[in-house]
């Protein structure tokens, strides 16, 4: 049996990992087919039910003017004008809420840290690595 040369069992594992990976890359198609399938088909129920709430919530809010036309003796466009302005109210109360709590939103720290780590020891550089571990609080 003859010996191989390092050159030839380097192109020999550089091809066999490119077909592995080839492989995989294959092998998630597959099963993400029918995932995607599934996921379309929920999104579009999803988007029905909102679309559905949506008409509902209309017929709502034209109901609740209605009642007060009916129930309280206002004239018809005081009731229409009070039911948007209690909407214009608790829209502008959520908008202020979610403005406060996107605010809050800080980028991954300590992901950005230990991939920056990752680098360093992918690039043989020992220091960096140690110096991103501490800064991310991963340090073993």
Known sequence: MTERTVGQLV????????ELVRHEIALAKAELADDAKQAGLGA??????GFLGAVAFVLL???????L????????????????VVLLVLAAAMALVGRQRVSRVTPPKRTIATTKATVAAAKGDASTVLREQTAAGTRP
Do not use: I, K, N, Q
Request: glycine letters at 16%; hydrophobic letters at 55%; zero cysteines.
């Open 11 to 18: 192109v020999d594992a550089s091809r066999e990992l490119s």
């Open 44 to 49: 579009g129920l999803f988007g029905g039910a």
């Open 61 to 67: 809010t034209v109901a609740a003017a209605y009642g």
């Open 69 to 84: 036309h009916e129930g309280a003796g206002w004239p018809l466009w005081l009731s229409f004008l009070v039911v948007a």
